[in-house]
């Protein structure tokens, strides 16, 4: 029994193939995830613990050398003059003129010292914000950030009333917790900056005056400059993009990454209310309260389903389309090619608004088809077969917005997608299909291989090993694929309301049948009438997690990326 | 050979077997593209036609009931009277200003970021690279409330420019892995002959580099082009008050706001389809070069 032995082996193969993709990476994910964090947590440890033993030895070794770094320690800059390094002393102290000037033209320094402070002084047992009332970006930047603010509208302070905002005067103004949270994390980030400086240049004292023993001479300006332009041609080239990125992207990332630790929602109404540094209640909320948690389960089971199935079936079905068009029986290829492709040619923003006119409910196309050929009923008792339609339905079709039709919604998702994600696979396999080495068909040929042989033994491990990152690049994308679902389905059918528990109830806060975790954070967030800012920041912590980690391991496993020549 | 003939030695070899897998693929091609035009015909119907609504557009355009009211409206409705361009042509010349300045933004500070990359090795840059590898996965929106925020406080929003500097952030990490890999594959006994001539750093990377690497700054240049005229989400936070193409399209299309209106919106986005289409499809291999790119990075 040739066969049976063959379908044997082909599920053995299956299942060995599975438990060496799957099992095994999981297992590897989780054993590579420990190794990291271990290898973190003892590098931080040990780095700690050396820099002061590196103090030590400094001070007890060339302790000329480490005091020129203790100067530059009190005055960035001052180790290098000692130095004679003019030329290095100069950049640092402009560095920090600028912050002194900023801290200094923001804040009122010279209000506080002329007096004001005894004019209007804090009565006795109130509390005097120094800071708050004079301090300029970065103080009172810092101040912000910790406090988040203490006065609202009407609060008496220093014998005034809080009323509106105003420039000079600051005190008199109400605080706004999102105003200083905002300038803190800016003030913050270029205090890192500021603080980065500082060190190399302690650092910068310190080594020089080491070279200064060993070669008896300090490097000249000239011999720096070139040497600068030289070995530090490749940071000089990459700061203006890590500055935008910094700016644009990664203090906005840390903005967000604190409000989730505040007690911050739509409900705070800022003027008159402040809002807290609350820890981690909000994540004790969405793990305990069960009603959160639910919503939580079924938004990020739909979430991988939809990431999965979104990949999967693209890939399949362009697998197929470029099997057939490349196959010997397509006369005219390059034009069922050109024809296939036109979903990807269409902007996806496009495709996506004009399906969801194309299953709107009344004048959609499909609709509209179905009720011109007379078959919405058939259909629909079909689907109700199926169990994609609820009982109640009648008329035409609710596509995407039927309460009792979640999966009918959820369903219409993944076709739409499938439509316009297709042909991206079908490109990309097309390309792969020309590179398999002809000689591999003829040699099966000259065993006698059938087709199916061919495609089961030569075509498609080729083309599943050259595609397989870009599979994982689509799941994580699909994972995050905002667009999708808010263009076409707005995260609609809502869920029906006897099954929103009344403390999500009364936010508004629950996702609608088809939202992905995206498209819900974008809801709490934005929404208007919602709002749970918090929420939505701790929910996207744990995407950021989540994505995170699978990027790290994939890197990690491509010796390709970190292959240095 | 006559064609007679060659159809004649063409049915010899006709075999049941052919015939059958024959028409199956033809049948399933015919399928297919049935599925992908229908729609596609509908978008095209609904903005030719002089109905108004949905329910009365045909799914296969008629030519006898051709009309261009829908167009005449679009570029001439303004909804004060004071401006040049119609609503429409308004959000398309400021989406065309943020794409061109994205264009020109992106594509010189990623080859510079790709040119340190492939070439230098340098403190931090394995740290560097790994966060723009996870940076490049998380999508922009995610920032976007402290964005709207620091927007507000310092007088930017409905900037055009202070969005485009939020694109350009936000397309440098993906597109320098794209250079990178490509500078790679440069040779680097050129840099070290040009050094050796004496050349210097700026020198290797301005004359012998960047002119080599104009083929995938190109592809970069198309995406960094295309990037801006179908982002929604951004542009409606950070500049409330003024149209993008994306906002413009969106407004009519979405059913729960009171402009509803999907008929001009199939017609605005038919306008804005065709050209990207025409692009896309001609810079089809290009972008499979980017696609194959993003394979071998993983």
């Known amino acids: 029994m040739g066969d049976t032995n063959d379908s044997k082996n082909v599920f053995q193969r299956v299942g060995a193939f599975l438990y060496q993709q799957v099992l095994l990476r999981i297992v590897h994910f989780f054993e590579f995830l420990g190794l990291k964090i271990y290898g973190l947590f003892k590098g931080l440890v040990l780095k700690f613990v050396y820099f002061f033993i590196n103090i030590y030895k400094a001070f007890k070794e060339e302790p000329k050398a480490a005091f020129k770094g203790l100067s530059s320690f009190f005055l960035p800059g001052l180790g290098q003059v000692r130095n004679k390094q003019w030329y290095k002393a100069i950049p640092i102290f402009v560095v920090l003129l600028v912050f002194l000037v900023i801290e200094f033209a923001t804040g009122s320094y010279m209000y506080a010292l002329s007096g004001e402070i005894a004019d209007f002084p804090a009565a006795a047992g109130e509390p005097f914000y120094f800071f708050r009332d004079y301090g300029g970006f970065f103080t009172k930047g810092i101040w912000g950030l910790v406090t988040l603010g203490e006065l609202t509208l009407g609060d008496a302070y220093r014998g005034e009333t809080i009323v509106i905002y105003d420039r000079i005067f600051t005190w008199k103004s109400a605080d706004n917790s999102q105003v200083l949270l905002g300038e803190g994390v800016i003030a913050f980030s270029m205090l890192l900056m500021l603080g980065s400086v500082w060190y190399f240049s302690v650092k910068d004292a310190f080594r020089t005056h080491l070279d200064y023993v060993r070669t008896g001479q300090v490097e000249e300006y000239k011999v720096f400059i070139r040497r600068v332009w030289d070995e530090f041609f490749a940071y000089i080239i990459i700061i203006p993009a890590v500055i935008l990125i910094v700016f644009f992207t990664l203090i906005p990332f840390l903005f967000s990454f604190l409000v989730a630790f505040t007690n911050w929602t739509g409900r705070v109404s800022l003027g008159e209310q402040l809002f807290k540094w609350d820890g981690f209640e909000t994540f004790k909320l969405i793990v305990q309260s069960a009603d959160w948690l639910k919503f939580f389960g079924d938004v990020l089971i739909w979430t991988i389903i939809y990431a999965f199935m979104s990949s999967v079936t693209v890939y399949v079905l362009g697998l197929i389309q470029a099997l057939i068009i490349e196959s010997k029986y397509v006369v005219f290829k390059k034009f069922f090619r050109v024809m296939l492709i036109i979903p990807w040619a269409i902007p996806a923003l496009i495709s996506l608004m004009l399906f969801r006119n194309v299953f709107a409910d009344n004048a959609g196309l499909f609709n509209q088809l179905l009720s011109d050929a007379g078959w919405t009923d058939a259909l629909r008792e079909f689907l109700r077969e199926l169990g994609l339609v609820g009982q109640a339905s009648e008329g035409n079709i609710l596509w995407l917005t039927g309460k009792e039709n979640g999966l009918l919604a959820k369903s219409i998702i993944i076709i739409v997608n499938l439509w316009i994600g297709y042909p991206y696979f079908m490109m990309l396999i097309t390309g792969v299909l020309g590179t398999i080495p002809a000689s591999l068909y003829e040699a099966a040929d000259i065993d006698g291989a059938t087709d199916f042989q061919k495609f089961r033994f030569i075509t498609f491990p080729w083309v599943l090993r050259a595609t397989a990152p870009v599979i994982i690049t689509t799941f994580t994308f699909n994972f995050n694929n905002f667009g999708a679902i808010y263009f076409l389905s707005g995260g609609g059918p809502g869920y029906p309301t006897d099954q929103i528990p009344e403390s999500v109830r009364v936010l508004g806060a629950a996702p609608g049948q088809t939202d992905i975790l995206i498209s819900w954070i974008y809801k709490l967030t934005f929404q208007s009438t919602v709002n749970q800012y918090n929420l939505a920041s701790v929910y996207s912590i744990l995407i950021f997690i989540f994505i995170g980690l699978v990027a790290v391991y994939n890197l990690s496993k491509l010796k390709s990326f970190w292959e240095e020549d | ?298």
Do not use: C
Not at chain 2, 202 to 209: A, D, E, H
Not at chain 2, 234 to 262: C, K, N
Not at chain 2, 281 to 297: N, P, S, V
């Open chain 2, 1 to 298: 050979m006559t064609v007679k003939e060659k159809f004649q030695r063409w049915l010899k070899r006709l075999t049941v077997k052919k015939v059958i897998i024959g028409t199956l693929v033809y049948g399933w091609l015919g399928l297919m593209i049935a599925i992908v035009f229908t729609p596609v015909l509908w978008m095209v119907s609904a903005a030719f036609t002089d109905a108004t609504q949905l329910a009365q557009v045909p799914v296969i355009p008629k030519l006898s009931e051709w009309s261009l009211v829908n167009y005449k409206e679009l570029f001439t409705e303004k909804s004060t009277s004071d401006q040049a361009l119609s609503d429409y042509l308004r959000a398309f010349a400021t989406t065309f200003m943020i794409a061109a300045t994205n264009t020109v933004l992106v594509v010189a500070l990623s080859s510079l970021v790709g040119f340190a990359f492939s070439r230098y090795r340098f403190k931090g840059k394995k740290k560097v690279l790994l966060s723009m590898m996870g940076l490049q996965m998380f999508p922009s929106f995610m920032g976007m409330l402290a964005l709207f925020m620091f927007f507000r406080q310092f007088g930017l929003l409905n900037n055009p420019f202070a969005l485009t500097l939020i694109y350009v952030a936000g397309a440098i990490p993906y597109n320098t892995f794209i250079v990178r890999g490509f500078m790679r594959n440069i040779p680097k006994s050129l840099d070290e002959a040009a050094a050796i001539d004496g050349a210097t750093n700026l020198q290797v990377m301005m004359k012998i580099i960047i002119p080599l690497a104009v083929p995938i700054m190109g592809f970069i240049a198309v995406n960094a082009f295309m990037q801006p005229w179908l982002d929604y989400i951004l542009p409606s936070v950070i500049m409330p008050q003024r149209d993008t193409v994306a906002i413009w399209l969106f407004r009519f299309m979405d059913p729960l706001g009171h402009e509803y209106d999907p008929i001009k919106f199939m017609s605005g986005a038919l306008f804005l389809a065709v050209p990207i289409m025409l692009v896309q499809i001609y810079m089809q291999r290009y972008l499979i070069y980017g696609l194959t790119q993003g394979a071998d990075k993983g």
